[in-house]
């Protein structure tokens, strides 16, 4: 299957699947990324609307590297290497929280079942399993960028689709406000785009996680 493909159907199975716990495990490395990120942005003195456009281009730069190394031949360590990071993440959040619970087998199951297909080199499966770790990234950046501002702009509940579709109570531009009179939704919206377009030009021609061969 095409990369691209590929990516755009682990994209869409993330966005609507973003609240269950079938997309938890994937969301690990996401959530430590991003709360990095707007911790060291959170740390410099500058306007609302400047943080949050370092955050989106960070995270979506962070997207792209990965996705640059989805082309070399480090790409067959991707996945062992995100599900490593992922199950340390996880194993210290639970130890400090003590939170443990059935939910947490589950995500130790499928963090473990990445590391086995590494092992068994089942490298067509191993590929949407990687592109579920790098297009998480850019999912939850939809989701703060378009959904959280067009949730507030229709009024609606943020919970109405929970726990599938759940859209954040607050997203990396909401301290923005409308800016010149503008809505919040055509600003994040359009720095969503923008950061989102070499995205999709990467995600393409990954042919079987090498860089093709120049003659």
Not at 10 to 28: C, D, E, H, K, Q
Not at 49 to 62: D, P, R
Not at 151 to 166: G, V
């Amino acid at each position: 299957m095409r990369s691209d493909i590929r990516a755009l159907i682990v994209s869409i199975l993330m966005f609507l699947l973003w609240g269950t716990v079938l997309t938890y495990p994937y969301r690990i490395v996401t959530d430590l990324v991003c709360q990095s990120t707007e911790a060291i942005a959170g740390k410099i003195p500058w306007p609302a609307v400047a943080s949050a456009v370092f955050c989106l281009i960070v995270i979506m730069g962070v997207t792209c590297v990965l996705l640059l190394l989805g082309r070399m031949e480090i790409s067959e360590h991707l996945v062992l290497g995100l599900s490593i990071l992922a199950c340390v993440v996880y194993t210290v959040q639970v130890i400090r929280t003590r939170s443990f619970s059935i939910d947490a087998v589950f995500v130790a199951l499928i963090l473990s079942g990445a590391l086995v297909l590494v092992i068994l080199r089942k490298t067509e499966i191993a590929r949407y399993v990687a592109d579920a770790y790098i297009m998480a990234l850019p999912v939850r950046m939809a989701y703060e960028c378009v959904m959280n501002p067009l949730y507030r702009l229709l009024k609606a509940d943020l919970d109405k689709l929970s726990p599938f579709m759940t859209v954040p109570s607050t997203g990396i531009f909401s301290k923005t406000g409308n800016m010149l009179g503008i809505p919040l939704l055509v600003w994040s919206g359009f720095f969503f785009i923008v950061t989102i377009l070499p995205v999709i030009y990467l995600a393409g021609g990954r042919k079987e996680g090498k860089i093709k061969e120049k003659y």
